[in-house]
């Protein structure tokens, strides 16, 4: 036997192993994310693909629908239905999408007795708490505000909104931004992306895992601005969390924040923070807003009314109320 034949074959090999390695280097999924401001908030879309060409038109297509669903339900401007809406006296006819949102959110102010109300336009522009001048309202202005408002403020028909009131000015705030995630996402699965992540200001919804393991998500503290309350181990959901501690502001050493109480017309006062698990983004965030107006034994009795939604409540006193159902993909830190 030559000496070179055992050469010849460790190069085939190395060779053979090299090429192998370049086929999977070729496979491996590429990752990217990319941010953008819409809706008043921060939306970041993270996602993987083996096909990086592909990857890059996914997420530029992904944020160009979220940005016309921000075009239809956001509270002013042309072409927005949400604000012929408002100046309509008896309502309108709306596109598809914000008419299913609008079906959505009635269901949700049904099930949770008006807690969860679309009406509140007047009132949140009162208290102007996302605002650069906010302020508390006197006790008459309040009462001026919710007038028309609850349930039964808003009717669906098709594509045919039915105010009850000509002044109810209709705010889309607690729902939309959900609705343009789940939005966001159909327009990634279509492109055949089976690993990503949107994420508008803390309403979160995710496709497949994360590199075959779980996605972790952290949830915000509601007291400590960099400190974690929990992390939720998910795969293919949606997540969705409400807290005061978002938007607010403070006079006499009270907090006053965006979520607001129908019921008293002021900042809802029973829970710090709100986090639902369920299949869709725009559930999510309407069941997160509802609950928090509901307080913790209400809250999780409301998403137990839903099908496989689970949640993660921090009450006012600060205690933690968690459905049993997530309990087992919950680490609290
Ligand atoms: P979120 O951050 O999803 O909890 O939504 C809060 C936003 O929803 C506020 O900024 C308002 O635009 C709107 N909102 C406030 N209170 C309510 C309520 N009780 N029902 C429905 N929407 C509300
Ligand atoms: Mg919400």
Request: aromatic content about 4%; some cysteine; overall charge negative.
């Amino acid at each position: 036997m030559s000496l070179t034949r055992p050469l010849v074959i460790l190069l085939l090999l190395a060779l053979l192993g090299f090429l192998a390695l370049q086929r999977c280097a070729g496979e491996r999924p590429q990752q990217l994310s990319r941010s953008r401001i819409l809706m008043g908030t921060v939306v970041e879309i993270s996602a993987s693909s083996a096909d990086p060409g592909r990857l890059e038109a996914a997420v530029t297509d992904a944020f160009a629908e979220m940005t016309r669903i921000e075009g239809l339900m956001r509270p002013a401007g042309e072409g927005s239905d949400v604000a012929r809406l408002t100046v309509s006296e008896q309502g309108t006819e709306v596109a598809p999408e914000t008419a299913e949102v609008i079906a959505l959110g009635l269901q949700v102010a049904a099930a949770s007795g008006g807690a969860f109300d679309m009406g509140l336009g007047r009132l949140k522009a009162l208290w102007g708490i996302e605002t650069e001048t906010p302020r508390v309202p006197a006790p008459p202005e309040i009462r001026q505000a919710l007038a028309g408002a609850g349930l039964g403020d808003l009717r669906l028909d098709g594509r045919r909104v039915e105010k009850a009131q000509p002044a109810l000015a209709v705010d889309l705030g607690a729902i939309a931004k959900g609705y343009a995630v789940d939005r966001a996402v159909e327009v990634l699965r279509r492109a055949g992306i089976e690993s990503a992540a949107v994420n508008a200001g803390g309403n979160i919804r995710l496709i497949g895992d994360h590199g075959g393991r779980p996605w972790r998500i952290a949830i915000q503290h509601p007291r400590e601005a960099a400190g974690q309350l929990a992390v939720l181990e998910l795969v293919d959901t949606s997540v969705s969390t409400s807290g005061d501690y978002e938007r607010f502001f403070e006079q006499d050493g009270v907090r006053y924040h965006h979520i607001l109480d129908p019921r008293t017309g002021y900042p809802a006062g029973r829970c710090q923070s709100v986090t639902v698990v369920t299949a869709s983004a725009a559930l999510a965030d309407a069941l997160s807003t509802a609950a928090f107006v509901l307080g913790p034994e209400e809250g999780l009795a409301l998403l137990q009314r839903f099908p496989a939604t689970e949640g993660l409540i921090v009450a006012a006193d600060g205690t933690r109320h968690a459905s049993p159902g997530l309990e087992a993909r919950l680490t609290w830190r």
